[in-house]
C-alpha cells in the first residue's frame, strides 16, 4: 500500500493512467502463496472484485468442461 502511495495500482483501458481511487485490497498478481511485493498489487474494491471474478469465472469454467468430458458418452473405441 505505501508503494502504491494509497492508490490502485491497475491501470485504466481507455487512457493507460491509473485508477484514481483509493486502493483498499491487497491482491495477489499472480495466486497461491507467493507474497513478495513483485506479486502483489493494490487495488481499489472495485478493480479487486472484478479480478477476482474473472479468476473464480476461469476456474468455474474449467471445472464445468471437466464435469461435461466426465459425463460424455465414451466412444466405442475407448471403452
Known amino acids: ?9 491497475r491501470l485504466r483501458r481507455d487512457d493507460g493512467k491509473r485508477c484514481p481511487q ?3 485490497d491487497v491482491d ?6 507467493d507474497h513478495s511485493d513483485t506479486n502483489l498489487a493494490a487495488l481499489c474494491t472495485w478493480h ?3 479480478k477476482t471474478d ?5 476456474a ?5 468442461k471437466a464435469r ?9 473405441g475407448m471403452i
Open 1 to 9: 500500500m505505501r508503494r502504491a502511495g494509497g492508490q490502485c495500482e
Open 60 to 64: 468455474s469454467a474449467i471445472a464445468r
Open 22 to 24: 483509493p486502493a483498499t
Open 28 to 33: 495477489h498478481i499472480k495466486p497461491g502463496d
Open 68 to 76: 461435461e468430458l466426465a459425463d460424455a458418452p465414451k466412444h466405442p
Open 54 to 58: 474473472l479468476e473464480g469465472g476461469t
Open 48 to 50: 479487486h472484485k472484478q
